[in-house]
């Protein structure tokens, strides 16, 4: 997962959105240590399931990784105030967007993870326009 992060890294811009799905366990925030590492950011990378958002900032870049596990009610996501971290100058992970019905945006990219036997399986899906440009011109880079 952390390699797999690294090299879906090497495209990522700012304004994308990217939610990761997968089973508790599954590797959604060891994927998201893998692409701040790939970004360049060297520092502990932690889960943001107590903290809801973790706030990376490097270069000039913004990235918010997210955790919507604890959501209760799809408000409690317009309550946080987090509409205001999705815009042209972050990138924004989001682990469990399920929890918070139609009020984020439309995901640029769609990662999904599942288990196997011996190991697991990553699709990368697009959502937009944004998302099917990255995967044209970053198929070969995050291939897993």
């Given at each position: ?89 972050s990138i924004c992970l989001v682990e469990w967007p399920e929890k918070s019905g139609d009020l984020l945006p439309t995901a640029d990219l769609q990662i999904f993870i599942n288990f196997l036997d ?27």
């Amino acid at each position: 997962m952390l390699a797999f992060g690294s090299r879906f890294a090497a495209c990522l811009h700012p304004g994308l959105v990217v939610f990761l799905y997968g089973n508790l366990g599954a590797g959604k925030t060891t994927l998201a240590r893998g692409i701040l590492h790939g970004l360049g950011y060297t520092r502990h990378v932690k889960s943001p399931t107590y903290n809801l958002v973790e706030i990376y900032k490097f270069s000039q870049l913004y990235l918010y990784h997210f955790d919507f596990y604890r959501f209760n009610d799809f408000l409690e996501w317009e309550d946080a105030g987090f509409r205001e971290y999705f815009n042209s100058k972050s990138i924004c992970l989001v682990e469990w967007p399920e929890k918070s019905g139609d009020l984020l945006p439309t995901a640029d990219l769609q990662i999904f993870i599942n288990f196997l036997d011996n190991g697991r399986n990553i699709e990368v899906r697009a959502g937009t326009d944004t998302g099917k440009r990255y995967i044209k011109t970053c198929k070969n880079l995050t291939t897993p």
